[in-house]
């Protein structure tokens, strides 16, 4: 899980943020200084984004609509430029030495491509029915050849609305918004919906030392269509999605048969599906959520500067969804079976936050101490169920489970997990010239043993600012100069629940026996322990400039960081002849490092003047290198990703993490004469056109042995460019 730690007013969040209205959001800041991340120990491995969200304001009442509609434009001259029917068919026959022409018609019942007769292709045999005995379908090939990405894509429609409203006295305020954004999918037949109600109210009573208040927030979204879950990234975009399947079909085959009905690959040309097909045939399948996130808090001051305060965060989400299989008689490896599967769950997390701050000022010298605790509790439940062969297709109000007749599947599952820590925070700074800072906090996991249960992580930074020096005050093109360095340790404990146990699970379909004439569900172990399991910690340094010159015109920000993960987390499979059907633990699998550096520039004309016309042009580069530096004694290198049978990455010292695992290609067979006089596949199979791989071990077979790294996922840098002008109250950016 690489999923950063979201602080949403002083509460953490994990998962996506799709729930989260971004109207309501005032300040975001990412923590890249190494130490800064500590204060939230096993939870900031993959770093820290701290979220503000609006809060109310003394004075009168103010009303915000804040609204847009638009449409959103496939980028049709990236779509993939894929041969013509015609151009394929060229080169088959020229690397297969044949002189086959393109057929008229893929399909006639039986009977395929040019076998098919006049007499085949009489409109009356045409019968699009359920029963297979009888099915009779007649596509006509597209010579043409079918744009997939051009049927499967198109321009769509969006809205925002949201309603605001801030205001309060000396002694409350409040915020409040609501809003909807309805958004229809550039790809055909999906859509997604949000409804957001937002409420944020302070207090205060005795003379401002008792404050309390509020914040929660509650989200309704639905996702329709294939793929469209906000919580699942690129469910749009696998080798079984509308997207994937328009790579894969041929560019022979129509949208429609003859009659209107979907044609496909049953008529040869591959197990491509007909993406349109696939697309439409999801348009009833919906996920639903309803997520509430919030806070009450309150705080009051005990002595001068000592403030205790006091959080209850809660996240609570329930969700469901249904996924609808149609019959896809049209497709070469398709079924006249359809099915219903339903889910429905809930997942629930409090944290209970309990801080004391002290701040004192002398002089010029500023000290403020944070102590605390906090505790954490997760829990959730879903319960699945499926069913096959419904008789009524065309209506949903029919697709209840209790209709399937056949193929009967249910199921429930859930996790708990839970923390406690302790943790505490000092910072002095002089004259806000020389800044230093030094955390520590104290984790305990339920997800670790009794020997590994706790971690500690702890973090200093120091900062010192050149530009209030004496010697730097006859610098006049130089406002702001500060030089910064960090150094602090995170931990990492995403792992499942109760790892370092052996877990059992009873199942009938799993392991059942017949005992006594009668089958009875026996236990098998299901899921392997490491009780040496332990904390995956990051070391991380860092180090710093920041700048602005030439009265605030140009500014930006210089840093090099260098970060260590040691003691990875990480599955290892086992062989199945030593874990049977169970799941291997995670283990602590070795090191990896990433270091690198960051770079933004920013220049701002026209805001100094006040000027009627302001622009601002930001830049940034930034250069990360990844490497795995050692495994764990008894993993030399673990070969994992599995795409179907093939295993595709590679976790080895000295190489990028997720380095891609496979055969160097070298050109491609010429001829007969180059086939026989080259390495041939392990089946024997190379042939003249087919691709040439590099005979890594000179046996003069391509087999495994002669798989090596090939590259890996991280790019050689990243970089941006933004671009934002205002003239008056006209604003547009880039």
């Known amino acids: 899980n690489n999923e950063a730690l979201y602080v949403i007013d002083g509460v953490a969040f994990g998962g996506k943020l799709s729930w989260l209205n971004q109207n309501d959001i005032e300040t975001m800041q990412v923590l890249k200084d190494a130490s800064a991340a500590s204060i939230y120990g096993a939870r900031a491995n993959n770093g820290v984004v701290i979220i503000t969200t609006k809060t109310g304001r003394q004075g009168k009442p103010q009303i915000n609509l804040d609204s847009y509609v638009g449409i959103q434009v496939p980028q049709s001259d990236r779509f993939p430029k894929m041969l013509t029917p015609g151009q394929l068919n060229d080169i088959l026959n020229e690397v297969n030495g044949t002189n086959n022409l393109l057929p008229d018609y893929l399909l006639a019942g039986s009977v395929y491509g040019n076998d098919i007769t006049a007499a085949d292709v009489d409109p009356s045999k045409y019968n699009y029915s359920r029963d297979a005995a009888t099915f009779y379908q007649i596509t006509k090939a597209n010579k043409e050849g079918t744009d997939w990405f051009k049927e499967i894509t198109r321009t769509a429609p969006t809205q925002n609305y949201q309603l605001s409203a801030t205001g309060g006295s000396e002694n409350a305020t409040y915020a409040t918004s609501i809003g909807y954004l ?152 398709g079924s006249f079976n359809n099915s219903l599967s339903e889910y429905f769950g809930y997942s629930t997390e409090w944290t209970w936050t309990n801080t004391l701050n002290y701040k004192k000022t002398i002089d010029k010298h500023n000290f403020n101490v944070l102590l605390g605790t906090e505790a954490i509790d997760n829990r959730s439940r879903e319960l699945t169920g499926a069913r096959n062969n419904f008789f009524v297709l065309n209506s949903l109000d029919y697709f209840y489970l209790n209709a399937g007749t056949t193929d009967f599947r249910n199921g429930s599952s859930g996790t708990l997990s839970s923390m406690f820590s302790l943790f505490g925070k000092v910072d002095y700074s002089y004259n806000d010239r020389y800044i230093l800072s030094a955390t520590v906090r104290r984790d305990g996991s339920s997800n670790f043993g009794p020997t590994h249960k706790y971690g500690v992580f702890p973090g200093v930074s120091g900062a010192w600012r050149l530009s209030s020096e004496e010697f730097m005050q006859s610098v006049g093109w130089i406002n702001d100069l500060k030089i910064r360095a960090g150094y602090g340790i995170t931990g990492n404990q995403r792992i499942p629940s109760y790892n370092y146990l052996d877990r059992y699970a009873m199942s009938l379909a799993q392991s059942s026996y017949p005992i006594g004439g009668t089958v009875q569900s026996g236990l098998w172990l299901q899921e392997y322990a490491n009780p040496d399991v332990k904390w995956e910690q990051v070391n991380a340094f860092n180090i710093g400039l920041d700048f602005s010159v030439l009265e605030g015109d140009f500014d930006g920000s210089i840093d090099y960081y260098d970060k260590k993960t040691n003691d990875m987390l990480f599955r290892v499979p086992l062989p199945a002849t030593a874990s049977g059907r169970g799941t291997p633990p995670y283990v602590n699998i070795g090191n990896m490092r990433n270091h690198g550096v960051e770079l933004a520039l920013g220049y701002h004309y026209g805001r100094k003047q006040n000027k009627e016309f302001k622009l601002d042009i930001s830049g940034t580069f930034a250069k990360n290198i990844n490497e795995v530096v050692a495994l764990a004694p008894s993993v030399s290198s673990q070969i994992y990703g599995n795409f179907r049978s093939i295993s595709t990455t590679i976790l080895t010292p000295g190489e990028s993490f997720g380095s891609f695992y496979g055969y160097q290609v070298v050109g491609v067979y010429k001829d007969a004469a180059d086939v026989a006089n080259s390495p041939n596949y392990g089946d024997g199979k190379a042939r003249p056109g087919g691709l040439k791989y590099a005979d890594l071990n000179n046996d003069g077979v391509i087999n495994d042995l002669d798989r090596t790294i090939i590259g890996n996922p991280h790019p050689d840098f990243v970089y941006s460019l933004g671009l934002n002008a205002t003239y008056k109250n006209v604003d547009a950016s880039l």
């Open 182 to 333: 309805g958004q229809k999918g550039t790809i055909i037949h999906s859509s997604f919906d949000k409804f957001n109600i937002r409420s944020n109210t302070q207090f205060k009573a005795f003379n401002g030392k008792l404050r309390f208040g509020e914040n929660l927030q509650y989200a309704y979204t639905k996702g329709v269509g294939m793929g469209v879950n906000p919580n699942t990234a690129g469910g749009y975009q696998g080798d079984e999605s509308v997207v994937g399947w328009a790579y894969r079909i041929q560019r022979i085959v129509p949208v429609y048969d003859i009659m209107g009905n979907f044609a496909g690959t049953r008529g040869g040309y591959g197990n491509g599906q007909n993406p349109v097909a696939w697309a439409y045939r999801a348009k009833d399948d919906v996920n639903k959520s309803n997520l509430f996130f919030g806070n009450v808090f309150a705080e009051t001051d005990i002595l001068a500067g000592l403030t205790f305060r006091t959080s209850f965060g809660l996240k609570y989400e329930n969700y469901n969804g249904k996924d609808i299989t149609y019959p896809n008689f049209e497709f070469s490896e």
